[in-house]
T-cell receptor, first 112, second 112 residues
Framework: AQTVTQSQPEMSVQEAETVTLSCTYDTSESDYYLFWYKQPPSRQMILVIRQEAYKQQNATENRFSVNFQKAAKSFSLKISDSQLGDAAMYFCVSSGNTPLVFGKGTRLSVIA | DVKVTQSSRYLVKRTGEKVFLECVQDMDHENMFWYRQDPGLGLRLIYFSYDVKMKEKGDIPEGYSVSREKKERFSLILESASTNQTSMYLC???????????FGSGTQLSVL
């Protein structure tokens, strides 16, 4: 069974600064995907970034990037130039041959 | 634009009532999912379906059932609602089994 662990229940960052959210996962699949989803106060889940496990290159989406360490089964999210709109719950997600498995989430606060 | 619609945003029910949570997607997706979200627990999979008339149990199916008579509609049924089923319920769909999920905006269910 897949598991996803987010060890930071809450984090905060100053506006315009950089923050990194941690995630580790465990899977027996050889081919899988990893995702970061964001859930703002509106409750709508929004895909932030996606990484295919077979790709060595770390995915980036504008101010969001990941550090994917396959051997260590680590998948952290870096948010650069943090904005007030980045305040949300962030979920790390793993997907193999089974439905997506979610971590427990990290609540990110952005301080003006 | 793609859309997953959940019939109610907020719902209040009495213990013992039969509750139906409806979810409709307009993207012709094969795969549909029901998750439950509780603070500190992340999202947990209740049931999923990879095809019409097909359903599979997720991690926490007890006390729930589902119906998928048409491709676009996936209903979650609480046969006899209990207070421990008070939660946020999220429906999602995807084109491929391991691909990005598209989420509805959630139903906050309170069982009194």
């Amino acid at each position: 069974a897949q598991t996803v662990t987010q060890s930071q229940p809450e984090m905060s960052v100053q506006e315009a600064e950089t923050v990194t959210l941690s995630c580790t996962y465990d899977t027996s699949e050889s081919d899988y995907y990893l995702f970061w989803y964001k859930q703002p106060p509106s409750r709508q889940m929004i895909l932030v970034i996606r990484q295919e496990a077979y790709k060595q290159q770390n995915a980036t989406e504008n101010r969001f990037s990941v550090n994917f360490q396959k051997a260590a089964k680590s998948f952290s999210l870096k948010i650069s130039d943090s904005q007030l709109g980045d305040a949300a719950m962030y979920f790390c997600v793993s997907s193999g041959n089974t439905p997506l498995v979610f971590g427990k989430g990290t609540r990110l606060s952005v301080i003006a | 634009d793609v859309k997953v619609t959940q019939s109610s945003r907020y719902l209040v029910k009495r213990t013992g009532e039969k509750v139906f949570l409806e979810c409709v997607q307009d993207m012709d997706h094969e795969n549909m999912f029901w998750y439950r979200q509780d603070p500190g627990l992340g999202l947990r999979l209740i049931y999923f379906s990879y095809d019409v008339k097909m359903k599979e149990k997720g991690d926490i199916p007890e006390g729930y059932s589902v119906s998928r008579e048409k491709k676009e509609r996936f209903s979650l049924i609480l046969e006899s609602a209990s207070t421990n089923q008070t939660s946020m319920y999220l429906c999602a769909s995807s084109l491929l089994k391991v691909e990005k999920l598209f989420f509805g905006s959630g139903t906050q269910l309170s069982v009194l």
